[in-house]
Every structure is written in structure tokens, then in C-alpha cells.
């Protein structure tokens, strides 16, 4: 190990009661057969098997609370998103994770410090090491803290190309028995070869939304983002209230 084990924990904000299992979550099966010629509790594998189940009850359970608006299907994909080996890769390269880890002269060589499965598999040990060794709340600390905190998975998605929010509305609406939106084009501005259109959206009396763009189909999308945005806001706003009660 190249690194000093106190460093990590000062990182973490934990200091490990039991040493040993934080020795462990960072113990590549490389480096437990190389010892020894045996790997299993040697290794991170079942810490890491542990830590996935710990990492994705963490994310469903802030992602419901946080999104109270939104379906299945959309939590499905921003908890996919949260719990995916290229995110877990991206939090243990800002803890340098990889200056801890304990390899065999195969991996080292290899340049198994910067592997993303490594890392990310390392990633999920060192949650379940926490959680043997200060319970769940030490656990869902961490995990809100580098996984969940610094990535705001609303706004990767509101910027990628193939967000269909008219979809997505529509699954909003279905989840919250609500009628389905409706679009309407209520204007038409400019010449013929750069018109500018502008849609109207409803969803029940309540949530109504318009919006201009340079074809009808632009414009009814904008709409229902900004529908989705609105639905947001009134959850955040209910739960504020439920806290404050």
C-alpha cells in the first residue's frame, strides 16, 4: 500500500474501529491469492457484494424522497446513473482510492490503481466496511455525502439531447392520476421559412405551461420541461412544509 491508511480515514471523516475491515475493502483478489493462494475473506469480493445492496437501497431511498413527483421509470434511470461503475469510478478518483489499494504484482503492474472496475468494486467495499463498522447511518453519510451530493442528476438529463419531457410527462401524469397533457399550438409568429410557434400545455386545471420554439414539436417539449420543473418545485415545497410540521 502506498499510501497511509490515517489519510483515508481523515477523508472519510471515520476512523475505523475494526482496522482490519478497512484493510480488507481495499485488498484486490490479486493481492489475497498472491499472499496466500486463497482468496474469499481475504479479499474485498463479499464487502463488495455487501456494499452494492447498501449503495442502491441509499440512492432509491433519497431519490424517492427528493423526486416525489416522478415515476418508476424515471428513478430507474437517475438512480442507474448514481449507482453506475463510470459514477463510482469518477467518486473514488476524488478520494484517491486508488493510492490505498492493496494489489498483486500483476495488477499493480497493469496499472490496476486506475482501472475503473477496480476502483468502483473498491468503492462499494469500503460502504459495507462502514457499515460493519459504524452501521447504516455512517453508510448513508458517506453515500449522500461523495455519491449522490456533488452530481445533480436532474441536470445531466435536462441537458442531454434525447430527453423526451413530453414522455416523461406523460409518465408524471399517469403516476399521479392526473389527466393526460394536452398541447395546443395558440400561435404562429414570422415568415413562413423561420416561423416561431408557441404551445400551450395543460394538465388538469391546475398546471398549465407555454412556450415558443422554432417547430411545434420544440415547443411542446419546452413546455412539458417546464411543466416537470413546476411539479418539482410544488414537491420540494410540500416537503419543506412536512419537515417543518
Not at 478497512?22 to 475473506?41: I, N
Not at 424517492?64 to 453506475?84: D, I, N
Not at 400551450?200 to 417547430?215: P, T
Not at 420544440?218 to 410540500?238: D, N, R, T, W, Y
Request: hydrophobic share 40%; charged share 25%.
Amino acid at each position: 500500500m502506498s499510501a497511509d491508511l490515517a489519510g483515508l480515514e481523515r477523508s472519510l471523516g471515520h476512523t475505523f474501529h475494526d482496522r482490519e475491515l478497512l484493510g480488507r475493502a481495499l485488498t484486490h483478489k490479486s493481492r489475497a491469492y498472491e499472499k496466500a493462494g486463497v482468496g474469499g475473506s481475504t479479499d474485498n469480493e463479499r464487502l463488495e457484494f455487501l456494499g452494492d445492496a447498501i449503495l442502491g437501497f441509499a440512492v432509491s431511498e433519497c431519490l424517492v424522497r427528493r423526486f416525489v413527483a416522478y415515476p418508476e421509470g424515471r428513478l430507474s434511470k437517475l438512480k442507474a446513473r448514481l449507482v453506475s461503475a463510470a459514477h463510482l469510478h469518477e467518486v473514488a478518483q476524488s478520494l484517491q482510492l486508488g493510492d490505498y489499494l492493496l494489489l498483486g504484482r500483476g495488477e499493480e503492474l497493469s496499472g490496476g490503481r486506475t482501472k475503473k472496475a477496480l476502483l468502483s468494486d473498491a468503492l462499494e467495499a469500503l460502504i459495507a466496511a462502514l457499515y460493519l463498522d459504524a452501521g447504516l447511518q455512517a453508510a448513508c453519510r458517506f453515500i449522500n455525502t461523495y455519491v449522490i451530493e456533488p452530481y445533480d442528476p436532474l441536470e445531466e438529463m435536462e441537458t442531454t439531447a434525447s430527453t423526451d419531457h413530453k414522455s416523461a410527462l406523460q409518465e408524471v401524469a399517469q403516476s399521479l392520476q392526473l389527466p393526460p397533457p394536452r398541447y395546443t399550438v395558440v400561435a404562429e409568429e414570422g415568415p413562413e421559412h423561420t416561423k416561431t410557434f408557441t404551445v400551450e400545455v395543460r394538465m388538469g386545471k391546475d398546471w398549465i405551461s407555454q412556450a415558443q420554439g422554432l417547430s411545434k414539436k420544440s415547443a411542446g417539449q419546452k413546455a412539458a420541461q417546464q411543466i416537470l420543473a413546476q411539479l418539482s418545485e410544488a414537491g420540494s415545497e410540500s416537503r419543506e412544509v412536512n419537515h417543518e410540521k
